[in-house]
């Protein structure tokens, strides 16, 4: 096992002040005013059943106020808590109120798209850039709910639709698990560019990539030439209500890759899950077990998953572009018999 030092970690993540102590805000998908203020238009969704902000960045602190899954939260600073030996130790700054902790608070923002109704026959991958969009079964807001969509959850586009009474367009999206199709608004979904799809690192002999994760320190780490070029926080399996769930050690490959999943087990009232749009799905074993995006939690660095290796969504992309087998923009995935190579220590 390679170790890094704090000043490695720091320069391979390309973590500036800001985002230092709030790991998820990277130049990505959202705006352009990312590159000037991270702080500028940024919320928190509740991902948890409740929450309190405290009086100070500490749970020893005061409460002041509750809050429940999906409410929206304003983020205009953040820090670290008073217990700087914790393994996740970013705090939010809510406006005028007080400090929440960060694990469950997935940063969000609201960005609304230009909807295009030019939906090519094989369809188009699109990411949800708002903090939650309600699916429908008929492009109409009357109509069933049947899932909600969260942000940065990634989706596959087949039509656009305009409901005649209100000249809304709704995108059709296919279910790749129930084998069905929803609607959702179009100004809610950002359909992705040929260009953020291509894949990096190419001019680099994939006998020279690999990717280590280190179990004992939660951390991913990818390899070119045996050196070091980017690292990121993750959270494995754990022991749930349920039973154990380990991420198994030992040297595997990326060979399924897909870019959107919808990915059910168990029963929901007892740590099962049911989640749509799972991005940038990356399997390692024919179990189930793989890399993935993450958008159900904000808690990264400690045992929390079901075995499969949780990343934050803009980790889990990098990930996925610079990995093999390649996923074409006009694919949902790749099925190859072999893939980057992957070593996971305990």
């Not at 602190?61 to 996740?88: C, M, V």
């Not at 699109?126 to 008929?138: C, K, L, Q, R």
């Not at 992309?317 to 790749?334: M, Y």
Request: hydrophobic content about 35%; charged content about 20%.
């Amino acid at each position: 096992m390679k170790e890094l030092a704090r000043r490695d970690f720091l320069k391979l993540s390309g973590l500036g002040l800001a985002s230092l102590i709030t790991p998820n805000f990277q130049v990505g998908s959202a705006s352009k005013a990312y590159q000037f203020d991270p702080f500028d238009g940024q919320q928190g969704r509740v991902t948890s059943t409740s929450i309190w902000t405290y009086d100070r960045p500490s749970f020893e602190g005061a409460r002041i106020k509750q809050y429940w899954r999906d409410l929206l939260l304003p983020i205009t600073h953040a820090t670290t808590g008073e217990d700087s030996t914790a393994y996740n130790p970013v705090w939010y700054v809510i406006g005028e109120e007080g400090f929440a902790y960060s694990g469950s608070l997935q940063p969000v923002r609201t960005i609304l798209n230009e909807p295009s109704l030019n939906i090519p026959a094989g369809g188009l991958l699109a990411e949800v850039s708002v903090p939650f969009t309600d699916a429908h079964e008929s492009p109409d807001e009357s109509s069933k709910t049947v899932y909600r969509l969260y942000y940065e959850s990634t989706h596959w586009v087949t039509a656009a639709d305009i409901d005649l009474e209100d000249s809304k367009v709704w995108y059709k999206i296919w279910d790749d698990k129930l084998g069905k199709r929803y609607f959702a608004r179009a100004a809610h979904l950002r359909l992705l560019t040929n260009e953020e799809l291509q894949p990096i690192a190419v001019e680099i002999p994939e006998k020279e990539k690999h990717i280590e994760v280190q179990l004992s320190n939660q951390l991913v780490v990818a390899y070119e030439r045996n050196a070091p070029v980017f690292t990121t926080r993750a959270a494995t399996g754990a022991v749930f209500r349920s039973g154990t769930y380990t991420t198994p050690s030992g040297t595997f490959q990326t060979y399924h890759k897909r870019s959107t999943r919808h990915m059910a087990a168990g029963d929901l009232a007892a740590s099962g899950f049911n989640l749509t749009g799972v991005p940038w799905v990356m399997y390692i074993t024919e179990k189930g077990i793989s890399f993935h995006g993450t958008f159900w939690h904000n808690d990264f660095g400690k045992p929390r998953s079901h075995g499969c290796i949780n990343l934050t969504p803009q980790a889990a992309k990098w990930l996925f572009r610079w990995s093999s087998p390649r996923v074409n923009p006009d694919e949902i995935f790749a099925y190859e018999r072999t893939g980057t190579r992957v070593v996971i220590t305990v």
